[in-house]
Nanobody, 128 residues
Framework: QVQLVESGGGLVQAAGSLRLSCAAS????????MGWFRQAPGKEREFVAA????????YYGDSVKGRFTISRDNAKNTVYLQMNSLKPEDTAVYYC?????????????????????WGQGTQVTVSS
């Protein structure tokens, strides 16, 4: 299995910025597409962003498009989520997820069901 550990969450003012990191264990990080999801209390888990194994293809949820940027550094086994222009509605627990890129197509990167491994999550709170 792959172990994922998120960090960088915290309390931030509206219009502020925050950078989340997700560190993956193992030496085969480049074999995985990576995604970020979030979940607010009482709401469904929501797609935020995804990036393919090499980092040349990205996807974003409509609510964060133009404000958030996903990136990865395969040499460091880490994926990042840069969050700018934060809004109170961005408040949620943010989860990092990994999807094996071997022997299958990446057909639904926006679906939580696509991903095989999940981190514990990191809380992001945006105050008004």
């Amino acid at each position: 299995q792959v172990q994922l550990v998120e960090s960088g969450g915290g309390l931030v003012q509206a219009a502020g910025s925050l950078r989340l990191s997700c560190a993956a264990s193992g030496r085969t990080f480049s074999n995985y597409h990576m995604g970020w999801f979030r979940q607010a209390p009482g709401k469904e888990r929501e797609f935020v962003a995804a990036i393919n194994w090499s980092g040349n293809i990205t996807y974003y949820g409509d609510s964060v498009k133009g404000r958030f940027t996903i990136s990865r550094d395969n040499a460091k086994n880490t994926v990042y989520l840069q969050m700018n222009s934060l809004k109170p509605e961005d408040t949620a627990v943010y989860y990092c997820a990994a999807d094996s890129a071997l022997f299958k197509r990446w057909t639904t990167p926006r679906s939580a069901y696509e991903y095989d491994y999940w981190g514990q999550g990191t809380q992001v709170t945006v105050s008004s």
